[in-house]
C-alpha cells in the first residue's frame, strides 16, 4: 500500500498560489493577535505598525512559517521587529543628543573639540578607522564586529582595547599640546 510521506510534501516550496493563500489564511487568522501583542509591548500609535512589519517578514519567509506553530512563530517575528526598532530609535537618539550643541557650551571649545577628535582619527591607521568607526558609529558588538572584519572575536576585543588605550594616548597627548 502507497503512503504519502507529509515531510517531503512539506519540504517542496509552495507555488505562488498557494503561498499566497496560504498567506491570506494567516494574515485573517493573526493580524489581530499581531496587533493586540504590539498594542501591550509599544502601545496603540505603533501597534499596527509593528504588525504590518511582522507581516512583510512572514511574506517574505512563507514558507518557513511552520505550520503547526504559526502564531508564536509570529509572536517571534514580532518581538524580534519590536527590538530592532528599540535598537533604532535609541541609536537616533544618541546621534541627536551627540550632535545637538548645548546653548551653554562655548561654540569654540565644541569646534576644538570636533578638530581634535578629527585629528586624532586621521593619525590612525585604516584598519584602526575602520575599527572605531564599526564600534562607535554603527553601534556594533565584538560578535557583529568580528563578522564583519572575518576574525574571531577575541582578536576584536584584543584590537578594540589597544585601540582604547592608543586613543587615551593620542588625545592626551594632544590636550598637552594644546595647554598654555
Not at 52 to 73: C, G, Q
Not at 98 to 115: G, K, N
Request: with cysteine; glycine share 2%.
Amino acid at each position: 500500500m502507497y503512503r504519502k510521506d507529509t515531510q517531503a510534501l512539506e519540504a517542496v516550496p509552495p507555488g505562488p498560489d498557494e503561498s499566497r493563500a496560504r498567506f491570506m489564511t494567516l494574515y485573517e487568522r493573526c493580524y489581530g493577535s499581531i496587533v493586540r501583542y504590539a498594542w501591550r509591548r509599544v502601545g496603540p500609535d505603533q501597534a499596527e505598525d509593528i504588525a504590518s512589519e511582522t507581516f512583510i517578514v512572514a511574506w517574505r519567509r512563507i514558507a518557513d512559517v511552520p505550520r503547526d506553530h504559526e502564531l508564536p512563530w509570529l509572536y517571534s517575528v514580532a518581538r524580534k521587529v519590536i527590538a530592532n526598532r528599540a535598537r533604532r530609535e535609541q541609536r537616533d537618539r544618541e546621534l541627536s543628543d551627540a550632535l545637538s550643541v548645548e546653548p551653554e557650551s562655548d561654540h569654540a571649545e565644541t569646534v576644538t573639540s570636533r578638530q581634535t577628535a578629527i585629528t586624532v582619527l586621521r593619525s590612525l591607521s585604516e584598519k584602526d578607522r575602520e575599527l572605531a568607526r564599526l564600534a562607535a558609529w554603527e553601534c556594533l558588538d565584538s560578535r557583529e564586529i568580528s563578522i564583519v572584519l572575518g576574525c574571531s572575536r577575541a582578536t576584536v576585543n584584543v584590537r578594540l582595547h589597544r585601540l582604547r588605550k592608543r586613543l587615551e594616548g593620542l588625545f592626551d597627548s594632544h590636550q598637552r599640546e594644546e595647554a598654555p
